[in-house]
T-cell receptor, first 111, second 116 residues
Framework: GQQLNQSPQSMFIQEGEDVSMNCTSS?????WLWYKQDPGEGPVLLIA?????ELTSNGRLTAQFGITRKDSFLNISASIPSDVGIYFC???????????FGTGTRLKVLA | ETGVTQSPTHLIKTRGQQVTLRCSSQ?????VSWYQQALGQGPQFIFQ???????GRGNFPPRFSGLQFPNYSSELNVNALELDDSALYLC???????????????FGQGTRLTVV
């Protein structure tokens, strides 16, 4: 099925470091969502973006809606062990109103 | 806690059998979407229901069907189960209004289906 490209696929970082990940698409989206998923759980919504260029924060998380509307970025500052998990981006297809999910970025934080 | 609940949490079925998964949406939400998430992959859209009518479908065969009830809860039915149907099935509810935030999708914890 259709998926967005996320990078990196996985990353190990030290506690306290900042983390950046991105999501790219060949299609334009009107809405970008970022989710975190822990093992055996459903995705939890972190940040929603609605306008090209928009920059939105949620605590230590900051996400941006790319100007071209074909990409989005998520930054986590001062990572802590509980940031471990898989982060997914999702773009809302304006024609079908279904969300297309990224391939995920697996984050591991070393204490 | 999203207020979206799914049942059962785990299920084991035999190839060829049929299965029904259930979802209660968040209070005030009239839109429910179902996703299939294979191991190591992102969720894949199956279909969406808005006010009891199907409102979009992904690339899944007709043996995947659904229902939405007047209280906006929903069921996903899969007939003639195949081994590849083994996955985490996620339900997401959205407010379904016309505002930007009304498209935000809130997920349940999922149902882990294993087909043997």
């Amino acid at each position: 099925g259709q998926q967005l490209n996320q990078s990196p696929q996985s990353m190990f970082i030290q506690e306290g470091e900042d983390v950046s990940m991105n999501c790219t698409s060949s299609s334009i989206f009107n809405t970008w969502l970022w989710y975190k998923q822990d093992p055996g759980e459903g995705p939890v919504l972190l940040i929603a973006l609605y306008k090209a260029g928009e920059l939105t924060s949620n605590g230590r998380l900051t996400a941006q809606f790319g100007i071209t509307r074909k990409d989005s970025f998520l930054n986590i500052s001062a990572s802590i062990p509980s940031d471990v998990g898989i982060y997914f981006c999702a773009g809302l297809d304006p024609g079908t109103y279904k969300y297309i999910f990224g391939t995920g970025t697996r984050l591991k934080v070393l204490a | 806690e999203t207020g979206v609940t799914q049942s059962p949490t785990h299920l084991i079925k035999t190839r060829g059998q049929q299965v029904t998964l259930r979802c209660s949406s968040q209070s005030g939400h009239n839109t429910v979407s179902w996703y299939q998430q294979a191991l190591g992959q992102g969720p894949q859209f199956i279909f969406q229901y808005y006010r009891e009518e199907e409102n979009g479908r992904g690339n899944f065969p007709p043996r995947f069907s659904g229902l939405q009830f007047p209280n906006y809860s929903s069921e996903l039915n899969v007939n003639a189960l195949e081994l590849d149907d083994s996955a985490l099935y996620l339900c997401a509810s959205s407010p379904g209004g016309r505002g930007q935030r009304d498209t935000e999708a809130f997920f349940g914890q999922g149902t882990r289906l294993t087909v043997v």
